[in-house]
């Protein structure tokens, strides 16, 4: 069982407020079930049950509730593919800045280097 703030996933860029889903660690979660802060042991007890039967949760908390979120195993392959794309975006847009910061002549030997 995992305890997590919903202020430190949102600095961390991992939206938890606004969307039915996450992904952390390459498992896509989806929100299960939300209790007003004085629920935490209610969803301490149903996230239990949930172990129980080998499902992953996280109970997330914020000041006005607590949000039991459970792993979607149905799912997994999707959240290795919203993982694979952020990582696809990452990388491209640093190649992108990379390329752009060559000087004009090292591009055109590049491109010539290429068409031979």
Known sequence: MLFLRAEDLELQG???QETGQLVLHNTLFTAAQSFSPKGRQAAVQMCQKYLKADIVCLIVESP???????????HQSKA???CHKREQATTGSNQRRAFSG????RRK????????
């Open 14 to 16: 991992i939206p938890c």
């Open 64 to 74: 006005e509730k607590i949000t039991l979120w459970r792993e979607n195993k149905n």
């Open 80 to 82: 290795n593919s919203l």
């Open 102 to 105: 060559r000087s004009r002549s």
């Open 109 to 116: 030997s590049a491109t010539a280097l290429h068409a031979q």
